[in-house]
T-cell receptor, first 114, second 114 residues
């Protein structure tokens, strides 16, 4: 059974710092991995999608990497801003992705202080 | 281009009652998935609909049922509500035929059972 773990559960950093959020999964047979952002009480905003054949994806100040063999992904946020404060969720889709569902970690709650 | 929409935004029900939640997928998408997110947890997969049929189901009791209409919109029904059903219910849409399966989430429906 696939399990997704995110470390740390919470993180507080001063504005301007670069930071890394970690995600690990127990079954390497994944179809893709997505990183999401969730503001309090709101829905999920997709940040980056990495297909199983890819190693990384970049969007603006965000870079996500995937190491399928070790069951790890990282989300790198450069030059953090107070507006980046939110909960970041990692989710994997099992192989056979055309019928897949997403399995989520519990998230990392990020607070960026001005 | 409208994204995923959900209604209602908030709902308060009493134990034992029944509830129906609604979701309209992103334009061009043909697949709808439903997730339940308890406070402080990651979303958990309930089921997925494609071509008006339930294609995959998570570990949820039969009290949770759904439907997909010819226009790809979907409903989630929960019977005999329990206090533990209080959660944020998220709908996600995707396009099965192109593969990739990036899921786009709606803003959610906050259900409170008293």
């Amino acid at each position: 059974k696939q399990e997704v773990t995110q470390i740390p559960a919470a993180l507080s950093v001063p504005e301007g710092e670069n930071l890394v959020l970690n995600c690990s999964f127990t079954d390497s047979a994944i179809y893709n991995l997505q990183w999401f952002r969730q503001d309090p009480g709101k829905g999920l905003t997709s940040l980056l999608l990495i297909q199983s054949s890819q190693r990384e994806q970049t969007s603006g100040r965000l870079n996500a990497s995937l190491d399928k063999s070790s069951g790890r992904s990282t989300l790198y946020i450069a030059a953090s801003q107070p507006g980046d404060s939110a909960t970041y969720l990692c989710a994997v889709m099992g192989d056979g992705g055309s019928q897949g569902n997403l399995i989520f970690g519990k998230g990392t709650k990020l607070s960026v202080k001005p | 281009d409208a994204g995923v929409t959900q209604s209602p935004t908030h709902l308060i029900k009493t134990r034992g009652q029944q509830v129906t939640l609604r979701c309209s997928p992103k334009s061009g998408h043909d697949t709808v998935s439903w997730y339940q997110q308890a406070l402080g947890q990651g979303p958990q997969f309930i089921f997925q609909y494609y071509e008006e049929e339930e294609r995959q189901r998570g570990n949820f009791p039969d009290r949770f049922s759904g439907h997909q209409f010819p226009n790809y919109s979907s409903e989630l029904n929960v019977n005999a509500l329990l206090l533990g059903d209080s959660a944020l219910y998220l709908c996600a849409s995707s396009f099965t035929r192109t593969g990739g399966n990036e899921q786009y989430f709606g803003p959610g429906t906050r259900l409170t059972v008293t």
